[in-house]
């Protein structure tokens, strides 16, 4: 199980978004950090397949990213994403388990069950328009785990969580990044500095630090502060 | 995870996206209400059911030297009918003024003049729309299985019937733009495109349950709005004169036709004009990727293209023969006197081609769809 990013760069016009970035994700929690304009969601568009690189290669295991292999096990959690306003989040789920290829029955159980994971159960015949923000990106996150994903991509995915909410979220991805391989950018260090096995920083396009962070080494937030202050 | 085609599925949640959307639902209600009022207004005219019978005295009768002396005997010379109990002949003194010209005298009329002067201004036809010798000896021949003398039958309630079936190509147009126009631009404008194609089904099968979804809802809008009219008129008044040939409608028609015929004909051009202008919607909601740009453009297009078919000379001939091929202008009576032929090994009439033209360019509108929507790429930010 590897994601493998090879000499990966998006120029757009004279701007560089991503230059040539190299790295490998395998199991487990990847915390991509970086400021607004950094780069991380053109990154996270082409590991996904929705943007196509100026140049370099990524690949799951050999599969492309551009291919229906790779988008079967792929999860997707994009920034700032949109809903349909008059369905209700169960028919919101059930849409995208069509999407997702699971057939009706599989789709029932399965959005009944990411429902009560994210804890919007008991709002599941209300229309989306009227649901909260928190709720909506509950929402949204449940979508990228429909198809118990091996590979799930996480574009700022705590915006608009209460910090109860936020809790539960990091508990559910720590849980996920066992079987597989998750991807969760963010720009609140708090949300990736206890449950991420690996830290990827990025700034313009490149990526300025990655290891592994261990309580043993401080505070991560100082250490973030400290490398983009440079 | 094991890949699962579900285009079923897929085609009824497209199908409710626009079942859900309140342009769509507004717009067909406020046209399905007004399949009720031309069911009661156009089709009724301004004659009552107690009045109908007035204008029924000469129905069936052969138009000729005996109903024609008749005609001058209860009217002026310029053919007004005076006696309001003889109302059947009033509408036949209109019908021969089709042929003979506005307020053109009767009083020395013969019926040979009438006959002569429809076929002089049917060859006046000919010329303004240049036809060539070969479509002239076409017409000619189609002359001749049209029965003569014609008889006269009323087109009181028929006409509305006509006429009524014509409206719905501009309303089918405005539903089509209001349900149609955000099939794809919405995904954009709202922003799910991110997370439908980064799915396994984004591609292909959503891409054909899109344009299901958009024909269920356009065909079943034309159907529903064709059945409320024509059942309200069958209970309100009676589906009434359409055995009769489509000369007592367009006397200048050369077809040996009744107006039952032509009404299926309309109806077949409405329902393939349907799909190319929902073929169009759901190619430039593609394009655009903007809804409101998409509904702008059709009604747009539709308005301009009228109008430039009425407007266009018909001696430049190809253009306005082109024009008129045009699903607004080809929902009209004009299809039973645009005498212009197309070649294809044999010569066909407009309307015969419209449809095979219309279905052909849906095909090719979906087919470029499918490559624009395959190759479509989010945009960043």
């Known amino acids: 199980m590897e994601l493998k990013i090879d000499r990966l760069t998006k120029q757009y016009d004279s701007k560089i978004a991503v230059d040539r970035m190299s790295f490998s994700l395998e199991k487990g929690v990847t915390g991509l950090l970086g400021a607004n304009g950094a780069g991380k969601t053109t990154l996270m568009r082409m590991m996904v397949g929705l943007l196509s690189p100026t140049s370099g290669e990524i690949n799951y295991d050999g599969i492309p990213v551009k291919s229906e292999e790779y988008r079967n096990v792929l999860g997707y959690l994009p920034q700032d994403f949109g809903y349909y306003p008059e369905f209700s989040g169960k028919e919101f789920l059930m849409y995208f388990c069509a999407l997702k290829g699971l057939d009706r029955k599989a789709a029932k159980a399965r959005t009944a069950e990411l429902l009560k994971l994210v804890g919007l159960e008991d709002v599941a015949g209300k229309k989306v328009k009227k649901y909260s923000g928190g709720m909506k990106q509950r929402l949204g996150i449940a979508q990228a785990l429909i198809n118990r994903p091996e590979v799930l991509v996480l574009d700022e995915p705590t915006a608009g969580l209460d910090p109860k909410e936020r809790v539960r979220f990091r508990e559910l991805i720590e849980k996920i990044g066992k079987e597989a391989i998750v991807l969760l950018s963010t720009h609140i ?17 490149q990526i300025v630090w990655q290891g592994t962070w261990k309580e043993e080494d401080g505070s991560l937030e100082d250490f973030y502060l400290k490398t983009f202050m440079q | 995870m094991e890949k699962k085609h579900c285009f079923g599925a897929l085609y009824e949640f497209e199908l409710l996206k626009i079942l859900k959307n309140k342009v769509a639902i507004i717009t067909f209600l406020v046209l399905f209400g007004y399949a009720f009022i031309q069911g009661e207004f156009e089709v009724r005219g301004n004659i009552s059911s107690q009045e109908l019978s007035k204008y029924e005295e000469i129905n069936g009768r052969t138009i000729d030297e005996g109903l024609l002396d008749e005609l001058k005997a209860v009217s002026d010379d310029a053919g007004n009918v005076t006696d309001d109990n003889r109302k059947g002949y009033q509408q036949l003194a209109y019908w021969i003024e089709e042929v003979i010209g506005y307020r053109a005298p009767i009083k020395d009329l013969d019926i040979e003049t009438i006959y002569s002067k429809r076929e002089s201004n049917i060859q006046e036809g000919y010329e303004a729309m240049c036809l060539t010798p070969e479509e002239i000896d076409f017409w000619k021949s189609k002359e001749k299985e049209v029965s003569r003398p014609f008889l006269y039958h009323d087109t009181i309630r028929s006409s509305g019937i006509l006429e009524g079936t014509t409206n719905y190509m501009l309303m089918m147009a405005i539903i089509i733009a209001a349900g149609l126009s955000s099939i794809f631009a919405s995904e954009t404008q709202r922003r799910t495109d991110l997370m439908v194609s980064a799915s396994i089904n984004g591609k292909k099968e959503l891409y054909l349950a899109k344009i299901l979804a ?45 107006l039952g015929g032509l009404l299926a004909i309309l109806v077949t051009l409405l329902v393939f004009g349907t799909l190319l202008i929902a073929s169009v919607t759901l190619f430039i909601s593609n394009v655009t990727r903007n809804a409101v740009a998409t509904m702008t453009i059709i009604i747009g297009m539709f308005i301009g293209l009228f109008m430039a078919g009425l407007h266009v000379p018909l001696k430049a001939r190809f253009l306005s023969q082109l024009l008129y091929l045009f699903p607004g202008i080809q929902v009209t009576s004009r299809v039973l006197y645009d005498y212009r032929l197309i070649k294809i090994g044999r010569y066909f009439t407009q309307y015969q081609v419209a449809p095979v033209l219309y279905i052909m360019l849906s095909v090719v509108f979906i087919v470029a769809g499918y490559v624009f929507y395959a190759r479509y790429e989010i945009k960043n930010n």
């Open chain 2, 214 to 258: 958009g024909m269920t809802y356009a065909f079943g809008c034309v159907a529903v709005l064709l059945i409320t009219f024509y059942a309200y008129t069958a209970c309100r008044w009676g589906i009434t004169g359409m055995d009769c040939m489509v000369q007592s409608y367009r006397p200048l028609a050369q077809m040996n036709m009744t």
């Open chain 1, 189 to 205: 260090v708090s949300d990736v500095e206890n449950i991420a096995d690996r830290i990827i920083m990025m700034n313009s396009g």
